[in-house]
């Protein structure tokens, strides 16, 4: 299953870039994604587990998470997710490609995914998936651009009670 999907997040390209790729607190602006933690943060590999309501089902999954690549200058990464749904009997696998498109402080997020499923899984929730993609991302992308600009509001304050440059500071 080939997904395509596009959001505009008021943020920095390098703001944006920095928030995506630090994997723990990016997950937690996927509803229903909890426990990611790094297996080997320097290898790009985590771990984490995934609730959802798809449709009439509600699936549990726990999975792995690999940056297989990045490019920091051209705001690109290739990840790939695999996880299984054991009581549900199936397993799924995708290949991520994000990129990062600047236009001032905005910033387009392009996420085109390759999906499979495997099992059971693969039959019933592939259709009902297509639809609840589009809800889930424009939740992720609101997650997203609140944290950023929660950061941006905490460091401003932190500059005010210390404007003192950071190399002037003993």
């Given at each position: 299953m080939k997904?395509q999907?596009?959001?505009?997040?008021q943020?920095p390209v390098g703001d944006?870039w920095?928030?995506?790729?630090?994997v723990?607190?990016?997950?937690?602006?996927?509803?229903g994604?909890?426990g990611?933690e790094?297996?080997d943060?320097?290898a790009?590999h985590?771990r984490g587990?995934l609730?959802a309501?798809?449709?009439?089902?509600k699936l549990?999954?726990?999975?792995?998470l690999?940056?297989e690549?990045?490019?920091p200058a051209?705001h690109?990464?290739?990840?790939?997710a695999?996880?299984?749904a054991?009581?549900f009997?199936g397993?799924a696998?995708?290949?991520?490609?994000l990129?990062l498109t600047?236009a001032g402080?905005?910033?387009?997020?392009?996420?085109?995914?390759d999906a499979?499923f495997q099992?059971?899984?693969?039959?019933?929730?592939?259709p009902?998936?297509r639809?609840?993609?589009?809800?889930?991302?424009?939740a992720?992308?609101?997650?997203?651009q609140?944290r950023?600009?929660a950061?941006?509001?905490r460091?401003?304050?932190?500059?005010?009670?210390?404007p003192?440059?950071a190399?002037?500071?003993?």
């Amino acid at each position: 299953m080939k997904l395509q999907h596009q959001v505009t997040i008021q943020a920095p390209v390098g703001d944006l870039w920095a928030f995506i790729m630090d994997v723990p607190r990016v997950a937690g602006c996927l509803p229903g994604v909890t426990g990611v933690e790094a297996v080997d943060a320097a290898a790009g590999h985590y771990r984490g587990k995934l609730t959802a309501a798809v449709g009439p089902f509600k699936l549990s999954a726990t999975g792995v998470l690999h940056i297989e690549a990045q490019d920091p200058a051209a705001h690109t990464a290739t990840l790939r997710a695999d996880a299984n749904a054991g009581r549900f009997g199936g397993a799924a696998r995708a290949s991520l490609h994000l990129s990062l498109t600047p236009a001032g402080n905005t910033t387009t997020l392009r996420i085109d995914t390759d999906a499979e499923f495997q099992g059971r899984l693969g039959g019933v929730i592939e259709p009902l998936l297509r639809k609840k993609t589009d809800a889930v991302l424009t939740a992720f992308a609101h997650k997203v651009q609140s944290r950023i600009e929660a950061d941006r509001r905490r460091d401003r304050k932190a500059q005010k009670a210390d404007p003192a440059p950071a190399e002037a500071r003993p």
